[in-house]
């Protein structure tokens, strides 16, 4: 019994051992499976665990503001699998549930470049994940970030970038186009200015009567002074008469009346025309004292200047050439130092009086009567057409007209009229005005005759024409500096067409130009050259940062004019003062708030704040075009702002 006992407890010994090996064989092959399996999920990325949720934030790198709806996507580096989002409207963004591993984060929203982040989510992240804020550049602007079209991205945005290259670049070439044509000028009377001018004096076989005609309209502060300078001529007294224009509506009438009286009585031929309708303004007073003009020569000055004694005996003996019929003189500026404003002013007149009418005078081109400090002979006022008040600009309508004729134009640099400036930012919006569309409006009207006379020379017209459209520059310097906001935008935007940007550079070609045509005028030089130089450009800086800021005012006036809209003749207020000391107002220079005051405040903000912003992230390339427009735009507004506080008499 003990033997079969043992026998048997061996037997379920044995038999214990081995099932109990079987098992745990069994329990060794499944844990062998498990560990196999994990270490499949492991190399293909996956887990069973998750990161509850993954955010992060999307900042613009330019900008530094918050991205919004950008599509994202994060990508497994091992499965490749992806999951899907956007930003919202604080740039963030979410990702629920993503098992742990390594992705990249990738910036799928086709309005942004292309970029890619990698993350690790692991053990510690299981919970959440918040990454560091991602900074990202958009592939297109907020302007330029629409219009898709035959399969391709931004097809009818990137369409309208290259329309606004194309205007940008019009404006720029039409620019240095004038630029070169005022350089051409520079250059001739560079030239022209070492050949010893003859002065030709005045012979006693050859002293024609000459009517001085002084056209005025409410001219209280100047009258007197005007009449009383013309009766001093040194002009054979039995060969000249004064005629006093007068459309007067105020008690000028009565101080006119009463100033020709006393010069009367002195033994000079003077007589005052008043007229009780203003029809055709400036031109209408000249066109109907024409058949009361007892001279075969015809001076005419506004009533702000002062010319010397000797003028008529200066000016009057190259008529002795019959085919000459005008001869103008050269401004000058009796208060030039009255304030900067005043010495900008001058200093583009002297361009004017200097390059254009010498340079043109010298090249044979048509230049032009400019209103005033001139004399015509009557005849070739009556073979042109005589008169005509179609326009805001009638000395320069005239001017064309005669010597589309064939008449010929004598300019007298060395002959100096002084005359006063406008001591107001109104009153100089005035004139700027007047002469800006006056010009557009020549131009609608001359253009074509210039074009089809068969007895212009090739370069007469394209000078001709060039003239008349100078106003326009101002049109196209505005639509440039507006069309340079876009510009920015569609540099940011679509990188192919930045080498067309690049060509904006002949800005800074046509600049240097003008300021070679400007240095040619520059009557403030001294004999240090390098002195001279360097306060040359400051001025040229300022007077280019101020014209810019007139651009709007001039730009409406050439609109205007080339729309036909008509308006009356606003003449500038004269004040007769030399300076800011004897200033006491002046009841004709009408100041108020505006459209265009409001719209100068506006573009001086719209382009500071454009240039501050393109400065503060490294983008210097039109910086300084901005801040000139903005300081020139600022100037101008707090100018005219300033004036609207000015006491009046």
């Known amino acids: 019994m003990p033997r079969i006992s043992l026998v048997f407890l061996s037997i379920f010994t044995t038999v214990s051992v081995f099932f109990s090996s079987f098992l745990s064989q069994d329990t060794i092959n499944d844990t062998v499976k498990e560990k196999t399996i994990k270490n499949e ?26 991205a919004e709806e950008v599509e994202i996507k994060i ?36 309005d942004y470049t292309k970029k890619s982040f990698e993350i690790e989510l692991n053990q510690d992240h299981l919970e959440l994940y918040t990454s560091d804020p991602f900074f990202i550049a958009k592939k297109v602007s907020w302007m330029f970030n629409w219009g898709d079209a035959f399969g391709v991205e931004h097809y009818w945005s990137h369409f309208l970038g290259k329309i606004i290259l194309i205007m940008y670049g019009f404006c720029l070439i039409l620019v240095f186009f ?16 070492k050949i010893k001018k003859e002065i030709k004096p005045l012979e006693n076989s050859f002293i024609p009567f000459v009517t001085v005609q002084l056209p005025m309209y409410n001219e209280l502060y100047v009258a007197d002074r005007i009449i009383r300078k013309i009766a001093e001529f040194d002009y054979p007294r039995d060969k000249f008469e004064i005629q006093v224009l007068d459309d007067s509506t105020d008690e000028t ?69 019959e085919n000459v019929g005008v001869v103008q003189t050269r401004w000058g500026h009796i208060n030039k130092d009255y304030s900067i404003l005043t010495e900008l002013q001058a200093f583009g007149l002297n361009g004017h009086f200097a390059i254009e009418q010498g340079g043109r005078s010298a090249a044979g081109h048509y230049i032009n009567f ?7 002979r009557k005849r070739c006022i009556e073979d042109a057409g005589g008169w005509e008040h179609d326009t805001l600009t009638e000395d320069l309508d005239l001017s064309y007209r005669a010597q589309i004729r064939g008449w010929k134009f004598q300019y007298l640099e060395d002959v100096i009229a002084p005359a006063e400036l406008p001591i107001t930012m109104s009153a100089l919006k005035n ?26 020379r090739f370069m007469d017209k394209i000078h001709g024409l060039s003239h008349l459209f100078n106003s326009s520059v101002f049109f196209f310097i505005l639509l440039l500096s507006l069309l340079s906001l876009p510009i920015l935008h569609i540099k940011d935007s679509f ?31 001294t004999s240090n050259t390098f002195t001279s130089f360097f306060r040359f450009v400051w001025r040229f800086i300022q007077f280019l940062v101020v014209s810019m800021g007139l651009s709007l005012n001039n730009t409406v006036a050439v609109i205007e004019g080339y729309l036909g809209i008509k308006s009356s003749f606003v003449r500038t207020p004269k004040f007769n003062v030399s300076s800011k000391s004897e200033f006491k107002g002046n009841k004709y220079d009408k100041k108020k708030i505006s459209p265009l005051i409001i719209g100068e405040g ?43 506080r000015t006491p009046k008499q």
């Open 178 to 193: 004038y630029s070169v044509l005022q350089l051409s000028l520079a250059i001739v009377y560079a030239r022209n200015r």
């Open 75 to 110: 990508q497994n580096l091992e499965t490749k699998k992806e999951y899907k989002t956007e930003t919202n409207s604080e740039g963030i963004f979410s990702f629920r549930n993503v098992p742990l591993g390594k992705y990249n984060l990738l910036i799928s929203d086709k």
């Open 253 to 321: 009438v009565d101080l006119i009346a009463k100033i020709v009286a006393e010069v009367k009585a002195t033994g000079v031929d003077i007589v005052h025309i008043h007229r009780v309708d203003r029809t055709g303004y400036k031109a209408g007073a000249l066109d109907a004292a024409m058949d009361r003009v007892k001279g075969e020569f015809i001076a005419i000055f506004d009533s702000d200047f002062v010319p010397e004694k000797d003028f008529l005996t200066r000016t009057i003996p190259y008529f002795a050439n």
């Open 495 to 525: 990188s192919d067409l930045n080498f067309f940007i690049q060509f904006g550079s002949i800005f800074i070609v046509s600049t240097i130009f003008l300021m070679f045509y400007y240095w040619m005028s520059f009557r403030d030089k």
């Open 431 to 456: 004139q700027q005005h007047r002469w800006m569309k006056g010009g557009a409006e020549c131009f609608r009207k001359m253009a074509w005759r210039i074009v089809s006379a068969k007895n212009v």
């Open 602 to 644: 506006l573009l001086m903000l719209l382009f500071g704040i454009t240039a501050i912003n393109r400065a503060s992230y490294g983008d210097l390339g039109m910086v300084p075009f901005h801040l000139m427009l903005a300081t020139g735009y600022g100037l101008v507004f707090f100018y005219s702002m300033a004036e609207l």
């Open 370 to 376: 400019n209103g005033t400090g001139g004399v015509w």
């Open 41 to 66: 999920i492991t190399k293909k990325g996956e887990s069973n665990q998750v990161t509850k949720v993954l955010k992060g934030i999307l900042l613009d790198e330019k900008t530094g503001y918050e």
